[in-house]
């Protein structure tokens, strides 16, 4: 993913068309129920009460109704010196006049919304078009609710994380005609719809989903299971019961196993398999599972069919290499989450705002006592450091499976110096986010240990702990400089 051009702390979005469209009303609604509701998603994400500010300024063409009319809004949690756009952040054109004046006046990163209806477009990834004038006028039955169906896209593409639908509504109510409530709450329902269509068009699950599924059976030994993972070059084995799902085993599970001091050979899968986390179904957004990834720190999501059949499985790091090799898909996803970016503030500095401190050993323990620390501290990798508190070395999840585990070595006796990935890249704590990202893509590698000016490790930065900030939802969650738990 190359997203070197930044969001700014400004958000800015300009609404275009002619006089009558509605588009000042339109305006005032976004701009009133961020204002008005965005501090709560706000106070959720930075811990403290931190205010959205926002202005909107307005202007008509020569002829109030017919000609050419704009609102421009302006988002900061910064004070707003200068209220009025230059290059804005979303666009939005519900006429042909419009698009043609203000298309050239977007940012590289910024999205354009048309009206298909009305509007001669270029397709590019960045512009998303819906008839908003014959929707209106055929599912709402008023041509003139387009601009609330607008709204509605609008919401769902980039403000529904600010606010709720039923906020948007609440403002709905006091800015339209008294009786026509319910009307437009239908235009406002249309829009933010079809904008979750638009995204599961473009982040629909098959798209990332790997339907090379090995399923095993329940009394399989976790050393036979891992065996048989490894063979057919997958991260994890699936149980199920007359094809439903019933719960995988993945290699992050191994620490856990190890770190008992259980029999591999003997342990069935089914007792340290993973169950509590439900599978997900065809129609969710790759979104909605980073979401859950983010939140479980689950790196496997199982994936199962109307019927409850299972039918494949998301990978966290295929997820980031599907996304970094589809460049016009990837490239539309990011645009997106640009729209959401204001709301946290600058996340594209150096690795050091990201890094955590991990499990650190020296080379001579054993692989039980290295399972045993990352275990402890939730983490699928481990340091290996020197008397000097250099790395020389890391150990994985993946090293522990593909080198221990299916190879029949004892945990307790093999020394981690053995089995240890020595080659290991390391990174300065002024490398910037996204040249680490793109370092870890390319390299096909999910560690990087950070030194500093003198060689001594500052700590481990993963590729969730780098993705969680540049894909689309994860904007929300806020965990620089955490350690981001994983149980999978």
Known sequence: MDFTNRPDERYEVRLSGTGGQGIITAGMIIAETCALYGAESLAQVHKTNVPLNAVMTQSYGPEARGGACKAELVFSLAEIDAPKPEKVDLLLALSQEAYDKYRHDVKEWGLIIVDSST???????????????????DKVGFAVTANIVAVGYIAGLTFRDLATPEQFKAVIAKKVPPGTEATN?????????????????????SKYMNTGVVV????????????????????????????????????????????????????????????????????????????????TGIRILAVVDGAGKLVGYLSYYQIQEVQQGEL???????????????????????LKTVLHNPPKMGPEGTVTEAA??????????????????????????????????AKGLNPDKTVIEKVMT??????????????????????????????????????????????????????LHDSMGQEMPTTD
Do not use: C
């Not at 998303?128 to 929707?135: C, D, G, L, Q, S």
């Open 119 to 137: 509007v001669k477009y270029e397709a590019a990834s960045n512009v998303f078009a819906f008839p908003f004038t014959t929707t209106a006028r």
């Open 185 to 205: 709450y239908k235009a406002f329902d249309i829009g933010f719809g079809s904008s979750m269509d638009n995204l599961k068009d473009l982040s629909g699950l």
């Open 216 to 295: 095993v059976p329940a009394d399989m030994p976790v050393e036979q299971a891992v065996k048989t993972a490894v063979d057919n070059n997958t991260e994890a084995v699936f149980i199920t019961d007359k094809g439903r799902y019933i719960g995988h085993y993945s290699f992050f599970r191994s620490i856990r196993a190890v770190a008992r001091e259980l029999d591999l050979e003997k342990t069935p899968v089914s007792k340290i398999m993973l169950t509590e986390i439900p599978p997900l179904t065809t129609d969710k957004l790759v979104e909605e599972a980073l979401d859950l990834m983010e939140e």
């Open 328 to 350: 016009e898909l990837d490239s539309s996803l990011d645009f997106i989450a640009a729209a959401r970016t204001m709301i946290t503030g600058n996340k594209w500095s150096a």
């Open 372 to 405: 045993k620390k990352m275990f402890a501290r939730r983490s699928d990798s481990i340091a290996i450091v020197n008397e000097k508190d250099e790395p020389i070395g890391i150990f994985t999840e993946r090293d522990l499976n593909k080198r221990v585990i």
């Open 422 to 475: 020595k080659r290991v890249i390391t990174m300065s704590t002024a490398t910037t986010i996204i040249d680490a990202y793109e370092r870890m893509i390319a390299g096909k590698f999910h560690h990087i240990p950070v030194v500093g000016s003198t060689g001594k490790m500052k700590g481990v930065v993963t590729m969730q702990d780098i993705a969680h900030i540049i894909n689309a939802k994860f904007y």
